[in-house]
């Protein structure tokens, strides 16, 4: 007889789930985060992750809408903190949630915060299945969890290899079964095939993943200023999904900040698409210079083979660009013939 703790499967046929009055899952923040979904941002230090990822949870936690998504109703959100001083996010969080007018009760009752700073004793390693069941008994009915960020919150073996990364995908799996939609914030990484530090494998199972770029303009002075790139969706596609720049502002002697947006120049578009193109031209340089075929570096970086064939090409002509044929030496003008043939009679 099956002990209460044996795992219980289900193989479903055809019939069985075309019959299935399956709900649809609606957005939580529309066109990015859905009900059990997960969702991964990244972005460069100090470009302004951590304010985005705060503001996106109490809009959401006060079912108001911000940047340029739709949130149709407020949702319970925990939002998890490896990095910041209490003082440091209640500051933060006070001068956006008032600068943004996303102070409400709903905000009050449905944006919770787990953190190092707050709490009795460290945050565990959500790497782990230990830590990953500790955090696991604190979600009560949340229905967005914000994990901000990987690099402080989750340690497993070598970054960048996929195995390390399985504990914490097979842990982000049973969260979306149980109901629960995720958002992992990242930091970019130096891989030019998926932007994210670490393993590629961190995309594999997201519905959505986004970035957030520097602008062809920015100077250091800008502080919170970003490009929104969505680099993946599953579910949406079209204009929707066009790049939207943000910038912090102040809007009050109190220290209250708000986002306004920019428009993305079609120079911001260029040095992207540029600066995508130089990372490939590299990559396929490299492994070639290795020895590989163009189907191994297809297997390796997911570039199509025929795409890798064009830029080999280009790179054959950046390294040996072709020559116009060689001048002949120009001969004597006609008159200075006539010159030359007086000369001889004199």
Not at 90 to 108: A, E, H, K, S, V
Not at 166 to 175: E, G, H, K, S
Not at 193 to 199: I, M, V
Request: charged content about 25%.
């Amino acid at each position: 007889m099956a002990g209460n703790n044996t795992p219980q499967y289900s193989v479903v046929s055809l019939r069985n789930l075309l019959e299935m009055e399956i709900p649809e899952r609606e957005w939580i923040a529309y066109p990015f985060i859905q009900e059990k979904s997960l969702a991964i941002l990244y972005a460069q230090r100090g470009i302004g992750k951590t304010y985005f990822a705060m503001t996106l949870g109490m809009a959401i936690a006060s079912g108001k809408n911000a940047f340029n998504f739709t949130i149709p109703k407020s949702r319970s959100v925990l939002y998890i903190d490896g990095e910041m001083t209490g003082k440091d996010f209640q500051t933060r969080i006070t001068n956006l949630g008032f600068g943004m007018d996303l102070c409400n009760p709903d905000t009050f009752d449905r944006f919770k915060i787990l953190s190092n700073d707050l709490s009795e004793s460290t945050l565990p390693n959500i790497g782990t299945p230990k830590g990953q069941e500790q955090i696991t008994a604190l979600l009560g009915d949340c229905e967005l969890i914000i994990i901000d960020n990987l690099s402080a919150l989750c340690s497993f073996g070598k970054e960048n290899e996929a195995e390390s990364w399985t504990p914490m995908q097979r842990w982000l799996i049973d969260l979306k079964r149980r109901g629960k939609s995720v958002l992992l914030i990242d930091h970019s990484g130096k891989d030019p095939e998926h932007g994210n530090r670490g393993t590629s494998k961190k995309q594999d199972i997201m519905d959505a993943v986004l970035s957030l770029e520097k602008p062809a303009s920015y100077n250091i002075t800008d502080g919170a200023k970003f490009v929104m790139r969505y680099q993946k969706s599953r579910n949406v596609a079209g204009s929707i999904l066009k790049p939207v720049g943000f910038q912090l502002e102040t809007v009050s002697e109190q220290g209250f900040v708000s986002w306004s947006e920019f428009k993305v120049t079609d120079t911001d578009n260029q040095i992207k698409k540029d600066a995508e193109k130089a990372k490939k031209l590299e990559k396929i340089s490299n492994l070639l210079s290795q020895g590989k075929s163009y189907r191994d570096i297809e297997s390796e970086t997911g570039i199509s083979k025929s795409t890798v064939g064009e830029l080999a090409k280009q790179l054959k002509n950046i390294a040996e660009p072709a020559q116009a044929p060689f001048p002949e030496e120009p001969g004597p003008r006609e008159e200075d013939l006539e010159d030359i043939d007086a000369s001889l009679y004199f």
